[in-house]
């Protein structure tokens, strides 16, 4: 590998790291780093439209999955893939409940969210988002009604990467192409996955994965990484039509996301929450958190994983103890 | 995993389902309690995570690795502490740890999605990720392995008798053992650590997968050594030692089989289950009966009756051959319950409370 005259002055400081640049080239200088950016999607806000996924296979040029009828609800995604890094989870819990009957506090998911003027007024009439409770809406069965005016429930719930500040593939990488980009997103280099699959299992949400049916590395969401390049937000952001999907600077995004808590959990919803804002998660938060309307469960998140390069330590510790206990009865018996 | 597995009739006829219930419910400490846990919530059961894409190659990377690192670490252990009649021990087992070390390389670079870039397994050196650490572990434990077994080749007149093997003879092969032990202890352990480095219930959850996996390998290389040496007629004082290395080793895996199933309670049904995606069928009669405990209690039972000269031969080779067993199918459903464990989002749940 030809090296230029110039580089050469600049790696004489050490002659270790001249020998290894003149094997494998110059160490490129680490971008300057910016402003971490990340993704806040408010299920509270999602219509479940798809247009995110769309979107995202558009710009990313993903091939289409075939869509299949899963028979359990509106989503026919089913699943985040090596070629899918957006996915509409539909929630639908119909003839739900019946227990509520004062309709104060408890599971407000699928009723109105915003009150109506008409409710405001008259507030003091009514116990809010309890339809049996309002005589412009007659009484209706469990499950005959639109979701908008009964207590059943139909959450919608844009899933993506999480862009963990401590993200378990990188961390399980071994040939270092999962990197952090200046943006502080996860990045997986594509000219240099193996195709290993370690990234595969090592992460707690089921999002990375090897594209069996195409060049076999691994893939996920890039938070557009070309985009941010160039100064735009990411093509699922873009394309969403409710704002549920938000981009923008996590610190910013975040604050965003603890208000419009506050604001839903004073109208009454109280089951709304937040994940992956605070840092409980991984050790560190995620970059691309959520709105949750319920238990993270019922979205199949995982309330609290643990970060599998925790594991190292203690199940090395093991190894050693029972490969010290046989190497002592080993020494002992040749011994003799 | 389908194209790897037994033959229904086979499995079935394994063992019966409620046995292989109630060992699992003893060992784990977890009964299954379907209608409470039909009510615990989740996504339609979509699975949470990615299931693995390892498959038969790994199974038998982790098969070999094993041999090659016991075989290498018993073998030295004969050459530093041995007596002069240990020396076919050592011998034998340095030739087999290159052996079973031959096929490993192969093995994981079929298994990469893209096996052209199996170098790019060598641009980084991450203390976090065992997988990286695994690459270097087996880099330079091959060259240990590999020096190791052609100074033992050397002199043994293998290589002939001009400069270069004499030159190779005099090298300190028990200096060059010591670091090479130390490797080979880890070429045993990491994958076990390696799984245990991930987000699947099952290989998670406890943190003892890395010591079963270093015990598997020593009670296997004992095990393949000493059926070797059944074939050549060894003498029978280095066979004992070999067999009560064995038993140690078959008891340390037993133990530390026993506190990953209690440490993986729930999660561990995959591998103990009889339903139809469990494994448990399997596993109990070819890891945990015959694989171990019917092994360890022959082999207790030759070492209290004895060395007496004739029985030798044909015992020792029926214990070595079922624990050869038992080694690999421990590996094989460890890794195949990890796919079954990988698709219940329910258990992966359960397992993320804490």
């Known amino acids: 590998m030809a090296i230029e005259p110039t580089q050469r002055t600049t790696t004489q400081g ?8 003149l094997l494998v080239g110059n160490k490129e200088p680490p971008l300057a780093p910016q402003a971490a950016m990340g993704f806040f999607t408010d299920t509270s806000l999602c219509i479940g439209c798809k247009a995110c996924e769309i979107a995202c296979k558009q710009w990313n040029q993903l091939p289409a999955s075939d869509p299949v009828w899963t028979g359990s609800s509106y989503d026919n995604t089913g699943q985040l893939s090596a070629t899918t890094w957006r996915h509409v989870q539909f ?4 003839g739900r409940r019946d227990m509520e009957d004062n309709g104060v506090g408890g599971d407000k998911a699928g009723t109105s969210l915003a009150p109506t003027i008409y409710e405001q007024a008259h507030e003091q009439e009514y116990s809010r ?6 005589p412009d809406i007659p009484f209706t069965a469990p499950g005959t009604t639109l979701p908008f005016f009964n207590s059943d429930r139909w959450l919608m719930q844009s899933d ?8 378990p593939c990188q961390e399980a990488c071994p040939t270092g192409a999962i990197i952090r980009t200046e943006f502080d997103t996860v990045y997986v280099q594509q000219d240099i996955c193996n195709g290993c699959g370690y990234c595969v299992v090592a992460c707690p949400f089921g999002v990375i994965a090897r594209d069996e049916y195409g060049d076999r590395a691994a893939h996920k969401c890039t938070l557009c990484y070309d985009r941010l390049k160039d100064g735009f937000e990411p093509a699922c952001a873009k394309a969403c039509p409710t704002d549920s999907i938000q981009f923008g600077e996590v610190e910013q995004l975040k604050a965003q996301a603890r208000e419009r808590l506050g604001i839903l959990q004073e109208r009454g919803v109280k089951e709304a929450r937040l994940y992956g804002v605070d840092d409980n998660i991984l050790e560190g938060g995620l970059n691309s958190f959520f709105l949750l309307l319920d238990e993270p469960e019922i979205y199949n998140l995982p309330q609290n994983p643990q970060r599998p390069s925790n594991n190292v330590i203690p199940a090395s510790f093991w190894t050693i103890v029972a490969a010290a206990v046989m190497g002592l009865f080993g020494i002992l018996f040749f011994r003799e | 995993m389908e194209e790897t597995r037994f033959p229904q009739v086979f499995t079935n ?16 400490g977890y009964t299954p309690d379907p209608e ?4 615990e919530p989740s996504y339609y059961d979509y699975p ?13 990377y982790f098969f070999f690795g094993g041999l090659a690192a016991g075989c290498y670490v018993i073998a030295s ?3 530093l502490f041995g007596s002069r009649e240990d020396r076919i021990v050592a011998r034998t087992g340095y030739y087999l740890s290159l052996l079973s070390l031959l096929p490993c390389p192969v093995l994981l670079t079929k298994d990469l999605g893209r096996p052209e870039r199996f170098l790019h397994m060598l641009r980084i050196f991450k203390v976090k990720s065992p997988m990286s650490m695994g690459t270097w572990g087996l880099v330079s434990f091959s060259l240990f392995s590999g020096v190791t077994a052609v100074i033992q080749a050397a002199r043994d007149g293998i290589l002939g008798r001009w400069w270069a093997p004499r030159l190779l003879a005099a090298l300190p092969q028990r200096l060059v053992a010591i670091p090479g032990s130390a490797l080979g202890v880890f070429l045993g352990g990491y994958t076990g650590v390696l799984l245990t480095a991930t987000s699947i219930p099952l290989w998670s959850r406890s943190k003892v997968l890395g010591a079963i996996f270093i015990s598997s390998a020593v009670s296997t290389s004992s095990a393949l050594i000493s059926l070797v040496l059944h074939l050549t007629r060894a003498p029978v004082q280095v066979l004992h030692k070999l067999e009560r290395l064995e038993w140690v080793a078959l008891l340390v895996e037993m133990a530390g089989l026993f506190a990953f199933l209690r440490g993986t309670g729930r999660a561990a049904r995959p591998l103990v289950g009889t339903a139809p995606t469990e494994h448990g069928r399997t596993f109990w009669s070819f890891v945990a009966g015959t694989g171990l405990a019917l092994p360890w209690l022959l082999q207790t039972l030759s070492l209290l009756v004895g060395r007496s000269g004739n029985r030798r031969s044909g015992r020792g080779i029926v214990i070595s051959l079922l624990v050869l067993m038992g080694g690999y199918f421990l590996r094989r459903t460890m890794i195949e319950a990890g796919h079954t464990s990988s698709a219940d989002a329910r258990t992966t749940l359960w397992n993320a409370k804490r």
Request: hydrophobic share 50%; proline share 5%; aromatic share 4%.
């Open chain 1, 14 to 21: 050490s002659s270790l790291r001249s020998m290894v640049s």
């Open chain 1, 91 to 94: 929630i639908e819990h119909i």
């Open chain 1, 129 to 134: 988002g309890d339809p049996r409770g309002r």
């Open chain 1, 160 to 167: 993506v990467c999480k862009h963990c500040a401590n993200a």
């Open chain 2, 13 to 28: 006829g394994a063992l019966p389902a409620a046995i292989a219930e109630q060992l699992a419910a003893i060992t784990t």
């Open chain 2, 36 to 39: 409470h846990e039909l009510q």
């Open chain 2, 48 to 60: 949470v995570l990615k299931a693995p894409v390892w498959r038969w190659e790994i199974i038998w």
């Open chain 2, 77 to 79: 252990i004969a050459a």
